[in-house]
């Protein structure tokens, strides 16, 4: 049963402290989505890759989030310095994409999720 | 004003009864998802569709294009279809326009 997994589920961490959230995609899947959900705004794209480069991070404040993929089984997402507003559940999806102008526009599989709490 | 607009953003149901959600975007898509978000929190991807219609068991997504409208209907519905439901607009550019959702509770 291929799932995408993520680590840690839970995180709870003091403002200016380092976080790293790590998603595994499920097994050839070339396309890893970001995501940030929040109360207030609900579900936002924060960065996604194709094949390992990453093709789009505008969702993202670039002063303290960087998202990586160091191999085709691992997107890592961290935020240094953390900053109280960060508080968020961060989820991670994979799919694959046959038609690479179209990446949005093929079915994601969803992560369960890290919950992050800063302090 | 949201670029993607959902309704209602509430509903309470009985059981088996036809349920419909709505979602009106104002921007160009190339796509429109349908997510569904359990009350533990996680999401299942349920229709990606450009065009017509889709149905998977007992759920059915149709989409206009020209009129910028999709909705997701639930027949026979169910306690355990409680979720939140999630409609994102994507366009060829990769860009995302989520919906707030459409938080949908069943009584038996």
């Known amino acids: 049963d291929a799932r995408v997994t993520q680590t840690p589920r839970h995180k709870v961490t003091e403002m200016g402290q380092e976080v790293t959230m790590r998603c595994q995609p499920i097994?050839?899947?070339?396309?890893v989505f970001w995501y940030r959900q929040t109360m207030m705004q609900g579900l936002e794209l924060l960065a996604y890759?194709?094949?390992?480069?990453?093709?789009?991070d505008s969702g993202m404040p670039k002063d303290r989030f960087s998202a990586e993929m160091p191999d085709a089984t691992l997107a890592t997402l961290k935020i240094q310095p953390s900053e109280p507003r960060d508080s968020a559940v961060y989820f991670c999806?994979?799919?694959?994409?046959?038609?690479?102008?179209?990446?949005?526009?093929?079915?994601?599989?969803f992560g369960p999720g890290t919950r992050l709490t800063v302090t | 004003k949201n670029e993607v607009e959902q309704s209602p953003q509430n509903l309470t149901a009985q059981e088996g009864e036809f349920i419909t959600i709505n979602c009106s975007y104002s921007?160009?898509?190339?796509?429109l998802h349908w997510l569904q978000q359990h009350p533990g929190g996680g999401i299942v991807s349920l229709f990606m569709?450009?065009?017509g219609k889709k149905k998977h068991g007992r759920l059915i997504a149709t989409i206009n294009i020209q009129e910028k409208h999709s909705s997701l209907h639930i027949t026979a519905s169910h306690p355990r279809d409680s979720a939140v439901y999630i409609c994102?607009?994507?366009?060829?550019?990769?860009?995302?326009?989520f919906g707030t959702g459409t938080s949908l509770t069943v009584i038996p």
């Open positions: 994102a607009g994507t366009n060829t550019g990769n860009q995302f326009y």
């Open positions: 921007v160009g898509i190339s796509a």
């Open positions: 890759f194709r094949n390992r480069a990453p093709l789009d």
């Open positions: 097994l050839g899947h070339n396309t």
């Open positions: 569709l450009s065009s």
């Open positions: 999806a994979s799919g694959l994409v046959l038609i690479p102008r179209t990446a949005a526009s093929h079915e994601q599989y």
